[in-house]
């Protein structure tokens, strides 16, 4: 296994496109995250999966932002219409449910 | 609600002296904490963790840990400063006594190490 695996590993996009970033997690791990993480700042819990059941949702995700894991495998998390507030690492990580988060190298997303 | 704080945000030491980088936790449960490092342009990876049990924890690298639950400090050391040590950590709580498992992190500490 090699770990969390994150792509795109840089997005770049113009104001107001959609994108999407795609996570595999490690193989046998059921909870899956992701966190967002903005320059200076540590990361900011968005939402998490149980499987695919999405179980929380932090307020920081905006109706812009959806996340699925339709097969509890791997996740996708779309953003609609970026906004320049939008630029960010993008983070996912994976557990077991007792266990801790290995984390995947991210997607930086630069909107323009 | 969990919280944690990471003083200063900048810790700059010689090569082979001592690193201290603090952490102060807020948590209405008894707490998991995690120290994380994260090199430029990485992912986080796992220094050491802190559950139940022995205070004193040991992780990669030649870190290690204290909780000290009167203080709720969980404050990082490593005896001898390493060029390689250079990076950013974050000190992190999870509430795993409780129904998820999210890491609510600080805002990270850059610790430079001079020749």
């Known amino acids: 296994d090699t770990g969390v695996s994150q792509n795109p590993r840089h997005k770049i996009t113009k104001r107001g496109q959609n994108v999407t970033f795609r996570c595999d997690p490690i193989?046998?791990?059921?909870?899956l995250y992701w966190y967002r993480q903005t320059l200076g700042q540590g990361p900011e819990f968005l939402t998490y999966f149980q499987n695919e059941a999405q179980l929380e949702k932090s307020r920081l995700l905006s109706d812009r932002f959806s996340a699925e894991r339709p097969k509890g495998s791997f996740s996708t998390l779309e953003i609609q219409r970026t906004e320049q507030g939008d630029s960010a690492m993008y983070l996912c990580a994976s557990s077991l449910v007792t266990g801790e988060a290995f984390f995947g190298q991210g997607t930086r997303l630069t909107v323009v | 609600a969990q919280s944690v704080t990471q003083l200063g945000s900048h810790v700059s030491v010689s090569e082979g002296a001592l690193v201290l980088l603090r952490c102060n936790y807020s948590?209405?449960?008894?707490?998991?904490l995690f120290w994380y490092v994260q090199y430029p342009n990485q992912g986080l990876q796992l220094l050491l963790k802190y559950t139940t049990g022995a205070t004193l924890v040991k992780g990669i690298n030649g870190f290690e840990a204290e909780f000290k639950k009167s203080e709720s400090s969980f404050h990082l050391t490593d005896p001898s400063a390493l060029m390689s040590d250079a990076a950013e950590y974050f000190c992190a709580v999870s509430d795993l006594a409780g129904a998820n498992s999210k890491l609510t992190f600080g805002k990270g500490i850059t610790l430079s190490v001079r020749p």
């Open positions: 193989s046998e791990h059921n909870r």
């Open positions: 948590s209405s449960v008894p707490p998991y």
